[in-house]
């Protein structure tokens, strides 16, 4: 089955720097890795996804990369702001697959000090 | 539309009971999800329920059980509770299958065993 690994597990920047977390997914036949946020006591919120159709996609300071070759995507946030300050999950899926649910990351913990 | 509600949210257990939690999907969504989410082992999927069908289960033990209503509505019970079941329990619903459409979590039940 799909085995998610997402480093790294915690990372300190100081505001307006950029942030990068990594994950890299072992079935190659996924085809969805959607990023989540979790800010302490919430509920995980989607912030991005990617299908394996397409190579980056951009949202305001956010973007997320897909190298299907390596089997991996990363998060990339620039000018990172205190409010970034949250637990962020990768995860990746076969939709459309027999085993379609979602396979998480352990999680990068995110700290932006002002 | 309202958002993904579960109940209760908060759930003291000792060993051995059972107990029931109850995820409301919203308006519309036809799968529910389910994962259990501990500090060291992050999120990890229990079981999908796609109209009233179980179409994925996660590697749980068949304490870990669930079901899905004609309403979407979803339960998942635990029987014979045991310590390491302490866990915050997330449902997340999706409009058609998990991995194709977005899942939107739930604010969770958080159980603890004693």
């Known amino acids: 089955g799909e085995n998610v690994e997402q480093h790294p597990s915690t990372l300190s920047v100081q505001e307006g720097d950029s942030a990068v977390i990594k994950c890299t997914y072992s079935?190659?036949?996924?085809?969805?890795f959607p990023w989540y946020k979790q800010e302490l006591g919430k509920r995980p919120q989607l912030i991005i996804d990617i299908r394996s159709n397409v190579g980056e996609k951009k949202d305001q300071r956010i973007a997320v990369t897909l190298n299907k070759t390596a089997k991996h995507f990363s998060l990339h946030i620039t000018e990172t702001q205190p409010e970034d300050s949250a637990v962020y999950f990768c995860?990746?899926?076969?939709?459309?697959?027999?085993?379609?649910?979602?396979?998480f990351g352990k999680g990068t913990k995110l700290s932006v000090k002002p | 539309k309202a958002g993904v509600t579960q109940t209760p949210r908060y759930l003291i257990k000792t060993r051995g009971q059972q107990v029931t939690l109850s995820c409301s999907p919203i308006s519309g969504h036809r799968s529910v999800s389910w994962y259990q989410q501990t500090p060291g082992q992050g999120l990890q999927f229990l079981f999908e329920?796609?109209?009233?069908?179980?179409?994925n289960k996660g590697n749980f033990p068949g304490r870990f059980s669930g079901r899905q209503f004609s309403n979407s509505r979803s339960e998942m019970n635990v029987s014979t509770l045991e310590l390491g079941d302490s866990a915050l329990y997330l449902c997340a619903s999706s409009l058609v299958l998990a991995g194709e459409d977005t899942q939107y979590f739930g604010p969770g039940t958080r159980l603890t065993v004693l």
């Open positions: 079935d190659s036949a996924s085809n969805y």
């Open positions: 329920y796609f109209s009233e069908t179980q179409r």
């Open positions: 995860a990746a899926t076969n939709y459309g697959g027999s085993q379609g649910n979602l396979i």
